[in-house]
């Protein structure tokens, strides 16, 4: 129950990469109650994770006892609150932050969708009953990877993503029924903001990153096999911190934006063969071979998990990589979102350069999940 609270703030994902770091933004930048939708076995445990998670992201304890825990689970129907429960969070929020989904670039889209899509739906009936309630979804530009296919070899933040432009990934093509069915609520006038981030790199300072999203499996299997794919791929880009600040300075601007889709990446991408060439002045040794025969070695090394995984990621593999001119990233535009960040003060999102590659290499190899880069070890202290 959540008896009493004032209208507040709804997050989801505060367990996750993005969802952690945007909600304890959030606590610091507003004096809001933050309520967080967490899943578990039980609202004890769930609890406990949530503040074990903000916790070691450095939130001051006294930003966490603003944090109320909201115990439900997206895949399932009314996040499966008994009734009166749901319409009090509804009573409570005014503006949910919508950041949780599954993210697997492996799975179908029938079996990603009871979350990434039911669960957006559920956050929508969530806004609906609220009065006013602004929903802030956060989509992928995955959503329109394969735009090129649709004869789009260049999007702004007013393409609409659609099955194709999706490209066949049961990933993107979830998160791109939601992100419709969410604009679907925009025309029948639920105030919303759509946050289409690029690749979500580490964090600026520490290089915290995922430890087995599509990059960094890429990265992990190179490490691995020394062999790079040489390939002309592209993909949008920014660090953790950078989509963060922005989602936070957009929510804080929403009356004026609801309706707006943005577009949080750098404005220039970041080039597959750049990533590998900080590979190699971290000190990986790897060279590059076409990417034909690149795939043809991950298949020659089934009992590589990184292999396993990257061949397994294959559909959405060859966008990053541009395969062929027609798995190429479109060239995407971000000149509106940066006009608006600009106004609310937000810097262009740093290039990612070869400083956050290394402290991500770091970050890899403290976590276990990469070799130390030798030439940072080198000039390590001590
Ligand atoms: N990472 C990227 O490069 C990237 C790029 C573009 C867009 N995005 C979008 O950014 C958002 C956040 O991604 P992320 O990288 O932070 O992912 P993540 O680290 O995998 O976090 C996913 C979050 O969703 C929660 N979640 C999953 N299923 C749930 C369920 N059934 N009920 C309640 N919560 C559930 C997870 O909770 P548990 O801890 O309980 O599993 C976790 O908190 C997603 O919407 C994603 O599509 C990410």
Excluded at 34 to 42: A, E, H, K, N, W
Aim: aromatic fraction near 4%; glycine fraction near 10%.
């Amino acid at each position: 129950m959540l008896m009493g609270q004032t209208r507040s703030i709804l997050t989801t994902g505060v367990t996750g990469f993005l969802g952690a770091r945007l909600t304890a933004s959030l606590l610091a930048a507003t004096s809001a109650t933050v309520f967080c939708l967490v899943r578990g076995r039980s609202t004890e445990g769930a609890a406990k994770r949530m503040q074990a998670r903000l916790s070691a992201l450095g939130v001051p304890a006294e930003h966490r006892t603003r944090v109320v825990p909201v115990f439900g689970d997206l895949g399932v129907p009314g996040l499966g609150m008994p009734p009166a429960d749901f319409d009090e969070l509804a009573d409570s929020v005014r503006t949910i932050y919508h950041c949780a989904a599954r993210l697997s670039m492996v799975s179908e889209t029938d079996r990603l969708s009871a979350i990434n899509v039911g669960g957006t739906e559920t956050m929508l009936r969530l806004a609906e009953r609220g009065d006013g309630t602004v929903l802030h979804f956060v989509s992928t530009l995955g959503t329109l990877g394969a735009s090129r296919q649709a004869g789009q070899p260049r999007v702004d933040e007013s393409a609409v993503p659609t099955e194709v432009t999706a490209g066949g990934v049961g990933y993107t093509t979830s998160k791109m029924v939601a992100e419709n069915t969410v604009r679907a609520a925009m025309r029948r006038g639920l105030p919303a903001v759509i946050h289409r981030p690029g690749l979500i790199l580490g964090e600026t300072a520490t290089g915290a990153c995922l430890d087995s999203d599509i990059l960094v499996r890429i990265i992990r299997t190179c490490a691995e096999i020394g062999l790079a794919p040489r390939c002309p791929g592209w993909v949008p880009a920014a660090t953790v911190d950078h989509v963060v600040r922005s989602i936070t300075a957009l929510g804080a601007a929403d009356p004026a934006l609801v309706g707006s889709t943005f577009h949080l990446a750098d404005s220039r991408p970041l080039l597959l063969h750049q990533v590998f060439r900080h590979m190699r002045t971290a000190g990986y040794m790897i060279s590059e071979i076409p990417t034909t025969e690149w795939e043809q070695v991950l298949r020659e090394h089934p009992e590589s998990t990184n292999c396993f995984a990257v061949l397994a990621m294959w559909k959405a593999v060859r966008y990053l990589l541009g395969t062929d001119p027609d798995h190429l990233f479109p060239q995407v535009s971000c000149d509106r979102t940066a006009g608006v960040l600009a106004q609310l003060g937000v810097p262009p999102s740093p290039p990612p350069d070869e400083t956050l590659f290394h402290r991500m290499f770091e970050h890899l190899s403290r976590t276990g999940h990469l070799d130390t880069p030798p030439v940072l070890a080198a000039v390590a202290p001590g």
